[in-house]
């Protein structure tokens, strides 16, 4: 499939994992996502989502005007393991991150794209359904369950706030606060 070829044509986009988007593509080179996003792969941007080539089952070229708009963004984050394991397999609801700008523009009903950190094309799409803003983890995990936060039994006795502190300093958790992500398959 020639994905250059639907550069600024309307476009229905049927997902690998099932949802249909149409809307007016704009092709980016394999160098220019690999340079953006990382990616050794092209895309199609798409009503603010992006899809890479393993993200497309199929594409159609459509006349006149989408009939579907799209209403939910795609945001990309980087999982390492075991957490990515631990959300593909359910153990894992909620993901935590800084409440910082990028994490301020996630809304109830967008997905999150999980990427793998050790291998190449490894994701995961989940739809976004609660978010819970919290002053700090010390906050949030007095308030959530640590096992819906992928924390096993046994991981669970010596679950601490300060196990964050590996991924945000303290003074971003101060300054921008912290947010629980509850996701599940779209």
């Not at 996630?106 to 002053?135: A, R, S, T």
Request: charged content about 35%.
């Amino acid at each position: 499939m020639d994905l250059a070829a639907f550069d600024g044509k309307m476009v229905r986009i049927k997902a690998v994992w099932g949802e249909i988007f149409e809307g007016e593509a704009v092709h980016d080179s394999r160098d220019y996502c690999e340079h953006e996003y990382g990616w050794a792969e092209e895309c199609l941007n798409l009503n603010h989502w992006l899809f890479r080539r393993s993200d497309i089952e199929s594409v159609e070229l459509l006349e006149g005007k989408p009939r579907i708009w799209m209403s939910r963004r795609m945001h990309f984050m980087h999982l390492d393991h075991p957490a990515y394991d631990r959300v593909e397999d359910g153990r894992k609801t909620i993901e935590l991150r800084l409440n910082d700008p990028k994490r301020r523009e996630i809304q109830v009903g967008d997905i999150i794209c999980f990427e793998g950190v050790e291998e190449d094309n490894e994701y995961l799409h989940m739809e976004v359904k609660e978010l819970l803003p919290f002053p700090s983890f010390r906050e949030l995990y007095a308030a959530l369950p640590l096992s819906e936060m992928g924390y096993s039994p046994e991981e669970e006795k010596n679950a601490s706030p300060a196990d964050m502190d590996k991924y945000y300093t303290p003074e971003e958790q101060a300054r921008w606060g912290v947010l629980a992500i509850r996701v599940a398959e779209p």
